[in-house]
């Protein structure tokens, strides 16, 4: 399972991901991205995330529901 990222026009190399579980633990967290990158989720539980995005002191943050 991946999820896949995509940055457009924005700066990827100034990106910064993390996904946190519903306990609010990071799962991961990583600043190493070109404009499409991807994110192996084998190692994820089923569950509801948070996706935290930011770039450039903007935060965009998603849910992403891994259902297995």
């Known amino acids: 399972d991946r999820l ?5 026009s ?6 910064r991901v ?4 519903m306990m609010g633990s990071v799962v ?3 600043s190493n991205f070109d404009n499409k990158s ?3 989720l084998e190692n ?3 569950g509801m995330y948070f996706i ?3 770039i450039d002191n903007q935060i965009s943050v998603r849910k992403l529901n891994i259902i297995k």
Request: no cysteine; proline share 0%.
């Open 44 to 46: 994820f539980g089923k």
């Open 10 to 15: 924005l700066d990827a190399a100034s990106a």
């Open 38 to 40: 991807e994110i192996g």
């Open 18 to 21: 993390r996904i946190i579980d």
């Open 52 to 54: 935290n995005i930011s």
């Open 4 to 8: 896949f990222v995509e940055f457009g």
């Open 28 to 30: 991961f967290d990583d």
